[in-house]
Nanobody, 115 residues
Framework: VQLQACGGGLVQPGGSLRLSCAAS????????MGWFRQAPGQERELVAA???????NYADSVKGRFTISSDNNKNTLYLQMASLKPEDTAVYYC??????????WGQGTQVTVSS
């Protein structure tokens, strides 16, 4: 299993970014796919998750600003982030989770929101 995240960078407050996660070795119909983030000195937290059945879930702090989606043909997970705030600054990780098959992490991509 490989999860390759990209798309992070430096953006001004109020700006937008789209993260991508190219997945291999996982089926989006079996795994719950998600984005987590970890800021310095803080625990890793769930940002958003999606299942093959179309269920999605968001952290309260990003509801209405972030959108998770997937392209099953390309086996790619996305996180569209809008109205970014300095508190969104973190390393963002792609995650694949299955109760029976385990959990896998990508390498992380840095998102910095600063003027």
């Amino acid at each position: 299993v490989q999860l390759q995240a990209c798309g992070g960078g430096l953006v001004q407050p109020g700006g937008s970014l789209r993260l991508s996660c190219a997945a291999s070795g996982v089926s989006f119909s079996i795994y719950r796919m998600g984005w987590f983030r970890q800021a310095p000195g803080q625990e890793r937290e769930l940002v958003a998750a999606i299942t093959g059945g179309g269920w999605s879930n968001y952290a309260d702090s990003v509801k209405g600003r972030f959108t998770i989606s997937s392209d099953n043909n390309k086996n790619t997970l996305y996180l569209q982030m809008a109205s970014l705030k300095p508190e969104d600054t973190a390393v963002y990780y792609c995650n694949a989770y299955s109760l029976t098959r385990g959990t896998y992490w990508g390498q992380g991509t840095q998102v910095t929101v600063s003027s």
